[in-house]
């Protein structure tokens, strides 16, 4: 009977242990393996898992949550529920709170940034969500501006392809369920490291975290992230930065900051957030 | 008197001291300040200088090298010379040799810098120009390709958009005017960061000297360099990598490398690259 011995093991896979935070670069396969969306719904709980999908982040909400509906009800659920939150006084209401609590996983998806912690931050809503994952009841993923979006500072706007400099990125502050971390997405496809050195720069008690697409960390409550996925996640840590003049030039003017710490991972390879360190 | 003080220490500005490589990221001023081509200008020997530009990584060499040639002129030099490399052969020549040997300054222009290694690498005007340069008779200037093809390895071809991966990144043989570096130029310009990167995960005994459009640094024989111009160079120090798998991954998978220690400088920082640190 040796020969049953593969599809024993790949019945025994490994079951998602604990409730993480699932942080993906955007452009997430939704069409062949789905990995990174099917890890989402394992962890909120498989065929009980309860769903909620916030699309407020998007311009065309209806359309997008739809497809991720579609996508959460196939893989099978107890429930997968749409919430367009489209107004500040909504996100502070009861029947949006309880939504939350009753929710085992909850999806942003991508769009805006800004509009969504324009809507979202500092709500009842917001505080919910993070006290339900920090208490280990809760899995919230968020892609793109939905990544972005979880971080305390976040970036709101920015380009590229020019020397680092203070007007190259714009911060705000996004929904705080994870503190002092600057989330960035579509990283390396849109060339966005110099713009995350340059946020970095500006707030060094934060880590940068650059997920290309396709890509995403399985971040747990103690601060470990896992890489899944197609492309890398970037670690800057400004920890160590010795020379920076990020706060004393001209916004226009190119900055000088020395000593970051980069890390390129690719999947399976793992970083402690807290401990700033790899495993 | 002391009305005049401004103007006296104007007069008494440093002197230009040693004869230093002058590594430009391309797109250097030509119009304005000039402050790149002054300060080769000066370097060479000002009104003593005697110039000769090489073409040869350029597909319009004639043109290009008239440029120069007027700049130079009008800035005062004992002669301003043009050399267009054609062969292998003329590269090995003893009339070649012995024109390096009567420059003071050499400046190589951008175009293609696997054209002009392809030309002038392991030749004896190679070996001469390097010779000149360490024995402390010459001054070497390169831009954008020319710059490239001073390490004795560089970067031929390589793009940029995606997950570090090694395929991204084609390195070959450069000049070896200086060993154990990989220069890229037109650096933030055109998002180079993850290509240098890869590059140095490949070759971690190389430090990576990654110099924006209109940027430079005046590098001392000692090792010593500082930053002029307009951008920011950024060193990539891959001395202290820990895990790093570009050689066990295919050249297509996107690649893990950690512990990269990257230092964005702008104008008037300094950094010893022998010793790999800041100053």
């Known amino acids: 009977m040796v020969h049953q011995l593969p599809d024993m093991i790949e019945q ?16 997430e396969d939704k069409e062949r393996e789905k990995t990174i969306l099917r890890a989402f719904h394992q962890y909120a709980g498989a065929e009980q898992a ?70 979202l931050a500092d709500t009842d809503m917001a505080r919910k969500m993070q006290e339900e994952w920090q208490t280990g009841r809760l899995v919230i993923a968020g892609t793109s501006a939905g990544a ?22 714009e911060l705000s502050v996004g929904l705080g369920i994870l503190n002092n971390v600057i989330i960035d997405q579509h990283f390396h496809n849109r060339n966005r490291l110099p713009r995350l050195m340059t946020a970095i720069a500006s707030r060094p008690y934060c ?7 396709n890509t995403a960390i399985i971040l747990q409550r103690d601060g470990l992230l896992e890489v899944i996925g197609q492309g890398t996640v970037t670690i800057v840590d400004g920890s160590e930065l010795t020379y ?27 970083y402690h957030l807290r401990e700033r360190k790899l495993l």
Do not use: C
Not at 207 to 213: A, L
């Open 12 to 27: 025994q896979a490994p079951v998602p242990v604990g409730n993480p935070l699932i942080v993906i670069g955007g452009a």
């Open 148 to 169: 972005s979006a979880m971080g305390d500072s976040m970036i709101s706007r920015g380009y590229s392809g020019e020397s680092p400099k203070r007007e190259m990125v």
């Open 50 to 119: 309860r769903i909620l999908i916030i699309p407020t982040a998007s311009s065309m909400p209806e359309i997008l949550a739809e497809v991720y509906r579609l996508l959460f009800e196939q893989m099978g659920a107890d429930w997968v529920r749409i919430l367009n939150v489209s107004s500040r006084l909504e996100a502070q209401s009861p029947w949006v709170v309880d939504l939350v609590a009753l929710s085992t996983g909850i999806f942003m998806t991508g769009g805006d940034q800004l509009r969504l912690a324009n809507l």
């Open 207 to 213: 880590t940068g975290i650059g997920i290309d697409e």
């Open 244 to 270: 920076n003049n990020v706060v004393d030039i001209p916004a226009h003017h190119p900055l000088s900051a020395t000593n970051f710490r980069i890390h390129v991972m690719a999947q399976g390879l793992r």
